[in-house]
């Protein structure tokens, strides 16, 4: 089946730090999500982008699909975007989502 | 407009019994998802449900059952429970069955097991 890694696993930043956390894919995909785990557990979208970019707010992302590949940016990081990020994808012809092995952030004032 | 809502938030049982999960998708969405989440991993899809037909099965046991109401809310069962059972499970919805559409996940239900 499809693959999903996401690097780095772990990453520390003091509050106004800029990050840029990555998502690879083994396969072509018809979906790909990116989520905020918090630290209750709730799973927050972030961005709905099969393929290309869109910014909202300090959060940015893009996706190349024929490359398999998916970046999200986080600028000026708050003590508020610690937590999990996970990306999730739909491979073709499934209804399901995979989601990859996630980014554990950590930011600090 | 209100989220993905699930009942109930905790819930413990022992080995062996049986527990249902509760799930009400956003309203005009046809689609609920499983997944589960252990502690430590990203969630694993467990089923979909898409106009009361289950659409789609994860690798999971037959202790594992799920239906989908009329009204589209759902229910996720699991009978004789282990102690790996123990895990955080979510549900999702959707608008519709196929990757065209965002997920949109509830808080969750932690489930133990003792």
């Known amino acids: 089946g499809i693959q999903v890694e996401q690097s780095p696993p772990d990453l520390i930043l003091q509050e106004g730090a800029n990050s840029t956390l990555r998502c690879n894919f083994s396969d072509s995909v018809n979906n790909l999500q990116w989520f905020h785990q918090n630290p209750w557990g709730q799973l927050i979208n972030l961005f709905y982008i099969p393929s290309g970019t869109k910014q909202n707010g300090r959060l940015s992302a893009t996706t190349v699909a024929t490359e398999r590949y998916s970046l999200l940016y986080i600028s000026s990081s708050q003590t508020t975007d610690s937590g999990v990020y996970f990306c999730a994808v739909e491979p073709y012809n499934t209804d399901k989502l995979i989601f990859g092995t996630g980014t554990r952030l950590q930011v600090f004032p | 407009d209100a989220g993905v809502t699930q009942s109930p938030t905790h819930l413990i049982k022992t080995r062996g019994q049986q527990v249902t999960l509760r799930c009400s998708p956003i309203s005009g969405h046809k689609s609920v998802s499983w997944y589960q989440q252990v502690l430590g991993q990203g969630p694993q899809f467990i089923f979909q449900y898409y106009e009361k037909e289950e659409r789609g099965r994860g690798n999971f046991p037959d202790r594992f059952s799920a239906r989908q109401f009329p009204n589209y809310s759902s229910e996720l069962n699991v009978n004789a429970l282990l102690l790996g059972d123990s895990a955080l499970y979510l549900c999702?919805?959707?608008?519709?069955?196929?990757?065209?559409?965002?997920?949109?996940f509830g808080p969750g239900t932690r489930l133990t097991v003792t």
């Open positions: 999702a919805s959707s608008l519709g069955a196929t990757g065209t559409y965002e997920q949109y």
